[in-house]
């Protein structure tokens, strides 16, 4: 690896003069880095991959750039099915996760595969869920919207990027079941590739309603473009997104925090893991992070290690709770 | 004149020493990638995207490096298309219809060539659309919902049957073939893994690269193969000449008209997110060829039909820098990996991205009518490089094909399950051909299908399953209209010009006897 060598050699030189490292996490050093983003490029965890990606080599963590690839299909089935079946053994891999990697797992949507084929390296943020609408849109509050979809449950679609039993569908059911509709069958829910593509149908006026996170809007809401009717965090988030209104003001007490993170092969070695867990924790406490944080409505949520399989542990766990509680698996 | 202006203040932007090298290198490199079967316009640029990190360029820089390998890569598909009757990426599919007969006619210097120009009208058409229209064709994108996306996809089905064979059943086989491919996979409205067998590698679905490698790279090696030390392969191939690499003004002049009105639907095409460059190409050599094919010699090798294609993929190239631009949702492959490297340099596109990024956006802009005209002038000298690709004798030529092939697909996806449905789809490929069964609407239905099905599962959720939401609009009845005239009326006519033609026969036989 004539090629590689150089680069390695500067970035080890790099990292000892930063003198944050211990001694032991020097026994491993990744030749190639690669973060697997499983959707297409724009969404979510294609944003976590990149900006995560990109802050370790600003911060000259890893050596050389980090190569995100995308590997699309079956909300996130396909990358789980890949990393579990023919790349466990890879010490140079992470993959983005969030909610929905948990949502899956909790209903068994990834067939045969469980949250302990794969170690889990830690979380960078939360990403709160918004309920948004049209700017042009009469419907102003989270309640009137409830109210409408009670009135008429055919009157009201809503886009999301997940598919159908998703995270972004699982959000509306969620608000939904604590505004008190009975059955959560009647709502229309309509699946898009994307955040972005659901965004633009909520534009073109498709669609009444649009439901995400609040990193996937930030541009239509900069713009005027949307009005968001309600952010699912328990308090008013910081920074521009502030300005909105919680479920929870409004007296409907949902919650949907869309997490973010990594997990990697289930045969990394432990020096490997031990190598990530501590990076992606630096990339998670620097300032250049909480910038990003900042830009793109990413809440705190400092997680690594074991506390972060525990804690994928528990919302898969709630998840399948909710999810049995509302029908959707038995 | 807002948006001159702005241009003025981009080409100041763009015209430094260091970004005029990048343009060139983005240029060559595109160019390269985009002739190469496998590589085409959305590889080569994530490809290049590691590279615009390492060299720590800004977002201009890196913006410019990147539209010119993606406009580079357009220009450089229709070479290997021309040439050696294999798209070098999708949106280069329709131009082996004319192109390659072209060649076998010893005219591939001017397909070439008249490619080359024809890719340049295109995109420099586009590139002018995007600086003053932008923020009104964003309105056109939002005139598109399912429903709308549905109907534009059955108007591309709908006037398939003019392309690619003589035979409308076979045509129509093929079509229904390509579709069912697209069937495997993950259903996305669903979750559910459709005819997969329990292989989690094609959870994913059958990639497109990989089917158009294999149906016409590998396929082509196989007839070789077969035909293996049979003169008419060899003499076949020695007797094809270069033919003159300039065209001739009159073929310029005659090929015009089809320039202009196939840059405005590769455009409008392009602009829409759920379409892209390949339907841009596709409808503007179908529609093309309605319009004027009077002798029935397009798929002979009619420079219109290779013209037609051509500024239509690179005038969709432009256009679908427009949702990416102004409403952050990527229309294709290529815009998507470039929306990803504009919020990897904390840019958000979208509605203000004109108003708080001007000096990306302009300075890109200005990039794309650089890098544009750098691509012409570097195309038109190289046209007689490339052709004498056809002097090398088939048994050293078709190995070479074979292995960029292997590698190119292998270089993408890393995976040698890929390389075994290559293979699949190298024997699938050769069994059409020896049946007749033209292969251009086999990828049309694995590109287009899964679009296809999931907007009208959507429109169908929407309106609760009631059918009639298909045509609730004025621009779905308007699509749909087109459609079925576009069906019908070939039917109808074709009838009765041939039973006309028919009669005269039996008349100018009578009269003979």
New interface residues.
């Given amino acids: 690896m004539l090629a590689t060598s150089p680069i390695r050699r500067l970035a080890s030189a790099a990292l000892v003069a930063l003198g944050t490292l211990a001694a032991p996490a020097l026994a491993f050093e990744p030749e190639a880095t690669e973060c697997i983003a499983p959707a ?3 969404g979510g965890w ?2 976590t991959c ?2 995560v ?2 802050t370790l ?1 600003d911060l000259g963590l890893i050596p ?2 980090m ?2 690839t995308n ?5 996130g ?2 990358a789980f ?2 990393v579990v ?1 023919k790349r466990g053994a890879e010490n140079g891999l992470i993959v983005a996760a969030s909610t929905a990697t948990a949502t ?1 797992l909790a209903q068994g ?1 990834y ?1 045969g595969n469980t949250m302990d084929q794969v170690r889990w390296i830690g979380a960078v943020g939360a990403d709160y869920g918004i309920v948004a609408v049209a700017k042009s849109s009469e419907i102003n509050t989270l309640p009137e919207l409830m109210d409408r979809i009670k009135a008429d449950p ?1 009157s009201i ?1 809503i886009a999301g990027g997940s ?4 995270w972004d569908h699982l959000k509306v059911l969620i608000a939904a079941d604590k505004a008190g509709i009975e059955d959560l069958r009647t709502i ?6 994307g955040g ?2 659901a ?3 909520l ?5 009444q309603a649009f439901t995400g996170d609040a990193s996937e809007a ?3 809401v ?2 005027g ?1 949307i009005k968001v009717i309600a952010v699912l965090a328990p308090e008013r988030l910081e920074g521009d997104f502030g300005a909105f209104p919680t479920a929870r003001e409004q007296g409907i007490d949902a919650i949907g925090a869309n997490w973010r993170g990594f997990y990697a092969p289930g045969g990394m070695s432990d020096e490997a893991h031990a190598y990530w867990v501590e990076r992606v924790a630096t990339v998670y406490a620097s300032p250049e992070w909480k910038a ?1 944080m900042a ?1 793109n409505g990413l809440a705190p949520l400092d997680l690594s290690g074991d506390a972060f399989r525990a804690f994928v542990a528990d919302s898969i766990a709630s998840i399948a709770e909710i999810s049995r509680e509302i029908g959707l698996i038995k | 004149m807002d948006a001159l202006a702005s241009l003025a203040d981009g080409f100041a932007v763009a015209l430094t020493w260091q970004n005029l090298l990048l343009a060139l290198v983005g240029c060559f490199l595109g160019t390269v990638m985009g002739a190469l079967p496998g590589l085409g316009p959305s590889n080569g640029v994530a490809i290049l ?2 590279l615009a ?2 060299l720590g360029l800004g977002p201009t820089e890196a913006m410019i490096l990147l539209t010119s390998v993606y406009y580079g890569a357009m220009y450089g598909g229709r070479i290997s298309s021309i040439l050696l009757n294999i798209p070098g990426d999708e949106p280069a599919l329709m131009t082996t219809l004319d192109g390659y007969p072209m060649a076998q006619q010893g005219r591939a210097g001017e397909a070439l060539a008249l490619s080359g120009v024809a890719s340049f009208v295109g995109a420099f058409l586009a590139t002018w659309g995007l600086v003053f229209l932008a923020p009104q064709l964003v309105k056109v ?7 709308e996306y549905f109907a534009l996809f059955v108007l591309a089905f709908a006037t398939l049957g003019g392309i690619a064979s003589r035979n409308q059943a076979k045509a129509a086989f093929a079509a229904a073939l390509g579709l069912g491919i697209a069937m495997v ?2 259903d ?4 559910v ?1 459709r005819f997969a067998f329990g292989e ?1 590698h094609l ?3 059958i990639d497109f690269l990989v089917a158009i490698v294999g149906l016409f790279a590998l396929s082509e090696v196989f007839i070789f193969l077969e035909h293996r030390g049979e003169d008419t392969v060899e003499g076949h191939a020695s007797k094809v000449g270069i033919g003159r690499v300039i065209p001739s003004g009159r073929l310029l002049a005659r090929c015009t008209p089809t320039m202009l009105r196939t840059s405005l639907i590769g455009f409008v095409a392009g602009v829409l ?2 379409a892209g460059a390949s339907l841009g190409s596709f409808l503007a050599y179908s529609m093309e060829k309605k319009l004027v094919d009077r002798e029935g010699t397009f798929g002979k090798g009619d420079p219109r039909g290779v013209a037609a294609p051509e500024a239509g993929n690179n005038a969709a190239a432009g256009g679908a820098l427009v ?1 990416m631009l102004a ?4 229309g294709s492959g290529t815009t ?2 470039l ?2 490297m504009l ?2 340099l ?1 840019i ?6 004109f108003t708080q990024n001007p000096d990306v956006v302009w300075g890109l802009i200005a990039a794309l009518f650089i890098g544009n005209l750098m691509l012409l002038a570097m195309n038109i000298p190289m046209v007689g490089m490339f052709v004498r690709v056809l002097l090398v004798p088939p048994r050293i030529l078709m190995p070479i094909v074979a292995m960029v092939s292997f590698v190119g697909i292998y270089g993408i996806s890393g995976s040698t399950f890929d390389l075994l449905v290559m293979v699949v789809f190298g024997v699938l490929g050769w069994v059409l051909r020896k049946l007749d069964v033209p292969l251009v609407p086999v990828i049309l239905g694995v590109l287009l299908g899964n679009l296809m099905e ?1 907007n009208l599962r ?1 429109a169908m ?2 309106s ?1 399953g009631e059918w009639s939401a298909l045509v609730a609009s004025p621009l779905a009845i308007g699509l749909w209209t087109v459609s079925i005239v576009g069906f019908v009326l070939p039917i109808l006519f074709g009838r009765v010009l041939r039973a006309r033609m028919g009669r005269r026969k039996d008349e100018e036989g009578a009269v003979s006897d």
């Fill in positions: 297409n490029p724009g294609d944003f990149r900006q990606g990109k080599q050389g750039t190569q995100v590997i699309a299909g079956g909300g089935g396909v099915a890949e079946n899956r949507a067939p055919r679609s598919a159908v039993g998703g229309k829910y309509v699946a898009f590739d972005g593509e965004v633009t149908q534009l073109a006026g498709s669609v930030k541009g239509f900069d713009s473009d990003v830009q | 995207i590691p990190f390492t994108a939002l005139l598109f919902g399912p429903a996979g993950v996305g409205q669903t979750g893994p989690v959870y994913d679905g997110p759920g949702p409403l952050g949702v990527p998507a990996v929306l990803a919020l990897a904390n958000t596109p979208g509605p203000l991205l999931a959507r959720t929407i609760d």
